[in-house]
């Protein structure tokens, strides 16, 4: 029961968080500070709880979670003690990002790369355990209510940058990246 409540306050205080995330992302892409409010009111939220083994040094090509992009808005990762993430740049080298305790990691996601035209990229990351403890990590995801019709914002498009996304929901953008990441899972047509 106390794990289930610290779990539920926890998930509670990452979303009021990230909804106070949305009027920078905003005033970040010259919009009023309001105005991914509607989109937002009723959020498509999740906290995985991941355990990672450690890995052998000689195996490159294992992963505790292969290099992705996550689908939703923003991601926010507490920073772990143990070592493990890593984000890729643009040039295209790995790198892990500074362990500053009591902070998190912030990833931008595929539905904020789809309401900016591209202007705010996935960050594309992994996991490697390298070390000789067992590490645990906690993302929170935050993205629009899975009803919603999304689609590029107005000041990211012009007749030079059309917009690189059909408007589509939140639902099926997961349903697409499911069936490209878990095709295993998917039910025969």
Same mark, same amino acid.
């Given at each position: 029961?106390?794990?289930?409540?610290?779990?539920?306050?926890?998930?509670?205080?990452?979303?009021?968080?990230?909804?106070?995330?949305?009027?920078?992302?905003?005033l970040?892409?010259?919009?009023? !500070?309001?105005?991914?409010?509607?989109?937002?009111?009723?959020?498509?939220?999740?906290?995985?709880?991941?355990?990672?083994?450690?890995?052998?040094?000689?195996e490159?090509?294992?992963?505790?979670f292969?290099?992705?992009?996550?689908?939703?808005?923003?991601?926010?990762?507490?920073?772990?003690?143990?070592?493990?993430?890593?984000?890729?740049?643009?040039?295209?080298?790995?790198i892990?990002?500074p362990?500053?305790p009591?902070?998190?990691?912030v990833?931008?996601?595929?539905?904020?790369?789809?309401?900016?035209?591209?202007?705010?990229?996935?960050?594309?990351?992994?996991?490697?355990?390298?070390?000789?403890?067992?590490?645990?990590?906690?993302?929170?995801?935050?993205?629009?209510?899975?009803?919603r019709?999304?689609?590029?914002?107005?000041?990211?498009?012009? !007749?030079?940058?059309?917009?690189?996304?059909?408007?589509?929901?939140?639902?099926?953008?997961?349903?697409?990246?499911?069936?490209?990441?878990?095709?295993?899972?998917?039910k025969?047509?």
């Amino acid at each position: 029961a106390a794990f289930k409540a610290a779990q539920l306050a926890y998930f509670q205080v990452m979303r009021s968080l990230a909804h106070r995330f949305l009027p920078a992302f905003a005033l970040a892409l010259d919009l009023p !500070e309001n105005y991914f409010a509607e989109d937002f009111a009723a959020p498509n939220c999740t906290v995985r709880l991941i355990e990672y083994a450690p890995q052998p040094h000689d195996e490159n090509d294992l992963f505790g979670f292969a290099p992705h992009t996550d689908g939703s808005f923003i991601t926010f990762l507490p920073c772990s003690r143990y070592p493990g993430l890593e984000v890729r740049t643009k040039s295209g080298e790995w790198i892990r990002p500074p362990t500053i305790p009591g902070t998190f990691v912030v990833n931008t996601g595929e539905m904020l790369a789809l309401y900016s035209n591209d202007r705010f990229v996935p960050t594309p990351h992994r996991v490697l355990n390298r070390g000789a403890q067992t590490r645990h990590a906690m993302p929170f995801f935050f993205g629009p209510n899975r009803q919603r019709v999304i689609s590029c914002v107005p000041t990211c498009v012009s !007749e030079d940058n059309p917009a690189r996304y059909a408007p589509s929901t939140s639902a099926e953008r997961s349903a697409i990246k499911d069936k490209l990441n878990f095709p295993h899972r998917q039910k025969p047509e």
